[in-house]
């Protein structure tokens, strides 16, 4: 049986070794998210490996980016783009020769050709059309007065998976997608839905798989109708291809069907904690920047904007395996182990293992490394190193108070829904919260981010009052009123937050003015969480997510994503999965699957594989859930699952998205 995790390698290698080849001698120019996905396609050495490939400079690829300099050392240029908008390759490429005296231009893009046989909801003129894109190169090259012809090439090269480990992978060029809590569906939205599932089409096509499509929500029945259309257009052209098919069931799920999962700060895996602590790194959604200080010393002057931070991309797999299947107890211990691996026995003992190991323990042991060990004996253990220093700054980060609050509030959330029900004082309690939350030690984004967890955990199930509501959004619109003043006396020079740059895009200085704008964005907060409770109301199975098992168990809140892939490995379960609308890339299927009114006959199981892809992103625990559930069945004859999703999240993250997207 052939392997789809080597396919999904082969296909990532494919599309890279096109573009190695190409790159000798020229300039490149590369954007953010081709970026990530060369990021961890070569383990956090993207750029060494476009220079080991011959590349003379390597320079950012942006539709803002006006600071295009002229390339004097190569009269050719590569450009690698995952951009979806015919517009920025006319703009960006239009300003980058007209700087520089090209006579080579090599354009790899993740869009393929308008006239590729491919369907689409955008009009012709809305796509990209090689040939026309292809001629203008040539005139804007020819205005340089060259001395040959212009050799202009583009290539559709389908960029768009980012692997970071055997079980889970991400899509950066569609980070930012997230279903909407209406219905309407945006056109930018449609045409980036398209593009993934023409990119999912290139991928499936390549290891000959044999498609079955399930979607649960709007946007996933939607990618799906467009993933549907590219292979049976496929099948209609050719309906075999002469080798070995794969069995693969396409599982789609909207984001927004649950949103508690993302929103909450339950630390059981690691990662959860890393993604929450750490800074991103620069231009990343899904890696985070190790502080390597501690090891190498502290840059200073000029030098510091030269510093390369540590990542997850460049750290051993089976340690990012732990990061995500273990707890912080766990991996100190494993730290220390490899901390006292690598102490140098020559000038020094081994080092004692305290009674209780702990992060502050573990930062002294470092310093030990530093001024015992040569730099040639750390760069061989670097790996082992940002593993160790990511899980020391975790550990011992500034944020971790803040975070086991959050984590306590979570839990008191859960007992007073599960207790309380239709009279739950939850809002009420979380209105004092929010009032107090600077003596506290908490932000308001971590607070609207468990007002999100709490609305999307009760959904119809539990219903607040409206007295508690307007309470509620009374506090919120104090404190949005209370951060304007800050964030204005206070202007950040490094702000990331989307929530303080959305205050301080208001721009408002009369204090009446902001006291209304303040009730208006509570107001319109409201309002969206409110919807987010009804996002699941169309579901039939999937409904509720705070469930009591038996009498003898305790009510825990329970994930989408658990109760779907529990109930697609378990053979007991025999009923209909209602809410999984199947689509099939088999012509026969799709047929009886209309004469079944659109009822599901197959089971996703019935494939070898199941990939499932959640639209708008997943989340450490979530990757656990899937390990957790697979190492319960110690069958063979189980599928192999793997998780996807748009990125990596934080609860932060749904915060931007959902409120101030």
Request: glycine content about 4%; proline content about 3%.
């Amino acid at each position: 049986m052939t392997d789809i995790l080597y396919e999904m390698k082969k296909f990532i290698s494919e599309c890279w070794e096109n573009i190695f080849a190409e790159v000798c001698g020229t300039v490149v120019y590369i954007d953010h998210n081709a970026s990530e996905c060369l990021h961890w396609h070569t383990a956090g050495r993207g750029y060494l490996t476009l220079k080991d490939a011959g590349a003379i400079a390597i320079h950012e690829l942006g539709m803002y980016h006006f600071r295009y300099v002229e390339v004097k050392e190569t009269k050719k240029a590569v450009i690698v783009s995952t951009a979806d908008d015919p517009a920025f390759y006319q703009r960006t490429i239009k300003m980058i020769l007209a700087k520089n005296a090209f006579e080579s231009c090599t354009v790899y893009c993740s869009v393929p050709c308008c006239t590729s046989d491919y369907p689409g909801i955008s009009p012709t003129e809305e796509k990209l059309n090689y040939s026309k894109l292809k001629r203008d190169i040539e005139t804007w090259m020819s205005s340089k007065n060259l001395s040959q012809e212009p050799s202009v090439n583009i290539v559709h090269v389908p960029l768009f998976i980012a692997l970071l480990n055997k079980n889970l992978f991400v899509t950066p060029p569609f980070g930012d997608l997230m279903p909407p809590l209406d219905s309407t569906i945006q056109k930018d939205v449609s045409t980036k839905l398209n593009l993934l599932a023409n990119s999912f089409y290139k991928l499936f096509g390549s290891m000959n798989a044999r498609l079955d499509i399930y979607a649960v929500g709007k946007l996933s029945d939607c990618l799906a109708e467009n993933l549907e259309n590219y292979t049976t257009n496929a099948d209609r052209r050719n309906h075999s291809l002469g080798s070995q098919e794969i069995g693969v069931s396409l599982v789609l799920i909207d984001r927004t069907l649950d949103l508690y999962t993302p929103t909450s700060s339950n630390m059981e895996s690691f990662l959860t904690k890393i993604l929450q602590t750490f800074p991103r790194l620069p231009h990343h959604n899904n890696d985070v920047a190790i502080n390597m200080s501690p090891i190498f010393g502290t840059v200073e002057g000029v030098l510091q904007t030269c510093e390369i931070p540590g990542c997850l991309a460049s750290i051993e797999e089976t340690t990012f395996d732990l990061f995500i299947s273990e707890t912080e107890k766990k991996l100190l211990i494993v730290a220390n182990e490899l901390l006292n691996n690598m102490v140098s026995t020559k000038d020094s003992l081994k080092l004692r293992t305290p009674v209780r190991i702990s992060g502050h323990c573990l930062e002294k042991a470092l310093s030990q490394i530093q001024i015992t060990n040569s730099v040639e004996s750390i760069m061989a253990c670097r790996k082992k190193l940002q593993s160790i220093l990511a899980i020391v700054e975790a550990s011992t980060s500034q944020k971790t108070c803040q975070l086991e609050l959050l984590n306590n509030l979570e839990k008191l959330v859960l007992q007073n829904l599960s207790v309380s029900r239709e009279s739950s004082t939850i809002l009420a309690q979380l209105s004092n919260i929010i009032q107090t939350r600077i003596k506290r030690g908490l932000d308001t984004e971590n607070l609207l981010a468990l007002l999100i967890h709490v609305y999307a955990l009760a959904g119809t199930q539990i219903r607040f009052s409206n007295q508690q509501e307007r309470q509620l959004e009374e506090s919120i619109a104090d404190a949005i009123f209370e951060d304007l003043q800050i964030f204005k006396e206070n202007p950040s020079t490094s702000t990331t937050s989307t929530y303080q740059r959305t205050l301080l895009l208001l721009g408002v200085n009369d204090v009446a003015i902001a006291r209304e704008t303040s009730y208006r964005t509570a107001a319109r907060i409201i309002d969206i969480l409110r919807s987010i409770a009804e996002q699941r109301s169309p579901l039939k199975d999937y409904r509720f997510c705070i469930i009591k098992p038996s009498s003898e168990e305790a009510i825990r809140r329970v994930s989408i994503l658990e109760q779907i892939t529990k109930d697609i490995l378990c053979t007991g379960v025999t009923r209909e999965l209602r809410d999984l609308r199947q689509r099939s890339s088999s012509l026969i299927s799709a047929g009886f699957n209309l004469l079944l009114r659109g009822k599901a006959k197959n089971r996703p199981r019935d494939n070898p594989y199941i990939l499932i892809y959640v639209i708008g992103g997943i989340t450490a625990e979530e990757a656990k859930v899937i390990q957790d559930i697979t190492s319960v069945y110690n069958d063979d004859k189980i599928p192999h699952i793997m998780l996807a999703g748009s990125k990596l999240l934080n609860p932060l993250d749904v915060v931007d998205n959902i409120l101030f997207h």
